[in-house]
């Protein structure tokens, strides 16, 4: 038998794919896994999300699994064949590509105007691109400061 989740404070026996849960504690929070994957699939279904540093990484990752929760994603970062590389495996009507760089605010206003052109609407953010300067603070360049404060920051 498959019922819905179970939630603490319910006592619930079940014989799920013929294996007996004999521990009420394993049983308090069990749901069974392709309830799971359904309820995650809906929670994003026609949502638009940017994911800026998408083509590696975190940023990868995350898009990937807003894509899978059913978003649109739209793929954003500096290095046009990454991002390419990142989005291939999902249909092309789920993922907009965009090579910008977000210390730009002119690459930024523009990608901006791609997503509504494209999507119409545009409802989270993953502000996940950033750089990184070796140095300590005495150490680096004024310019190399301005690039990581522009870039990871803005």
Do not use: C
Not at 26 to 49: G, H, I, N
Not at 98 to 126: C, H, M, P, T, Y
Request: aromatic share 8%; no cysteine; proline share 2%.
């Amino acid at each position: 038998m498959v019922s819905k989740a179970v939630y603490p404070g319910q006592i619930v026996a079940k014989d799920y794919l013929n294996k007996k849960l004999r521990s009420v504690s394993r049983a308090l929070y069990y749901t069974p896994k392709e309830e799971r994957m359904t309820e995650r699939r809906q929670r994003f279904d026609k949502k638009v999300v940017i994911v800026t540093g998408a083509g590696s990484g975190i940023g990868k990752a995350t898009a990937h699994r807003f894509l899978d929760e059913g978003a649109n994603v739209v793929f954003v970062g500096r290095h046009l064949d990454k991002l390419e590389t990142a989005s291939s495996a999902f249909p092309h009507n789920r993922v907009l590509v965009v090579e910008a760089d977000v210390s730009s605010e002119a690459d930024v206003k523009n990608f901006v105007k791609q997503i509504l052109e494209r999507f119409g609407d545009l409802n989270v953010l993953i502000n996940n691109a950033g750089v990184h300067a070796e140095g300590t603070v005495d150490e680096l360049a004024t310019e190399d400061w301005q690039n990581v404060m522009k870039t990871d920051l803005s």
